[in-house]
């Protein structure tokens, strides 16, 4: 997968070196392109953000280098009018869960454009939209001070999902909201050795061998948890799901 990002702060997505985005790029299974927005202005102050029409507190960005950036994007592409699916993270976008990382896990091609201050004048948003599929993207119900962090997140919940990313092709099946058998359930707790710790033991039923008891064991601990944290998910169970919930011993 191919994912270009255009942004003021290129210094912020210093963390798509490290960790499983990292080995990803290194391995050649991600290509990950950063562009300095304000290389795409032409006033010797850089200027990429003015007053908002119609008043009101802080900036916008402007049309022009936002433009130009994601034009030179979409040239530096494979050309034969090959286009990304342009992700533009926004407080007001639609919001981000891991079925649409699956689905932007299955493009082959992504541009991010986050913002800073209010936001991007709204006419690039329309226009780029005219030339490539646009997804605008919110990372849940707070506001941050600019999209390059929910570009991190949408980056890091993709490129684990892509093939040959994760050691273990299946680990992410298991996942707290995986569409299909994890829907709408979170995952309960887990452990390793030593069997004893502190004073504390490991659930006496992980230790068993016995299969179905532990699959039994993690579904009883997995709805718990998302009783006690997710009421909003228990309203979306369905009775004929609670039976396919038996999580791999
Ligand atoms: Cl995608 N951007 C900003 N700036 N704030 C957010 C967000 C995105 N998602 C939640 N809050």
Redesign the pocket.
């Known amino acids: 997968m191919r994912i270009d990002v255009v942004t003021i702060f290129p210094e912020y997505l210093a963390p798509l070196d490290l960790s499983l985005v990292g080995k990803a790029r290194a391995r050649g299974q991600l290509d990950v392109r950063l562009h300095e927005l304000r290389e795409f202005t032409h006033d010797i102050h850089r200027t990429v953000d003015d007053t908002p029409y119609g008043g009101g507190p802080g900036m916008v960005m402007k049309p022009e280098p936002w433009s130009a950036a994601l034009d030179a994007v979409v040239a530096s592409g494979p050309g034969e009018g090959a286009v990304p699916t342009l992700v533009v ?3 007001s ?1 639609r919001p981000f869960t891991q079925e649409l990382a699956q689905q932007l896990a299955a493009e082959p091609w992504l541009a991010f454009a986050p913002a800073r201050y209010e936001g991007i004048d709204r006419r690039v948003i329309e226009d780029a939209a005219d030339r490539m599929p646009v997804v605008e ?4 119900d ?6 390059e962090v ?1 570009v991190l997140v949408i980056v890091e919940a993709v490129a684990r999902l892509l093939p040959g990313v994760l050691g273990n092709a299946e680990s992410h099946q298991d996942d707290s909201f995986a569409p299909g058998r994890m829907a709408d359930l979170l995952e309960g707790p887990v452990y390793t050795k030593p069997a004893e710790w502190r004073g504390r033991e490991v659930p006496e039923v992980l230790l068993s061998g016995h299969h179905g008891k532990i699959a039994r064991w993690r579904r009883e601990r997995a709805f718990a948890r998302t009783l006690a944290h997710r009421p909003d998910l228990v309203a979306r169970w369905r009775r004929e799901d609670m039976d396919k919930h038996d999580l791999k011993a």
Not at 142 to 147: D, K, N, R, W
């Open positions: 993270p926004t407080p976008g993207v919110s990372i849940g707070y506001v941050l001070a600019g999209g929910a």
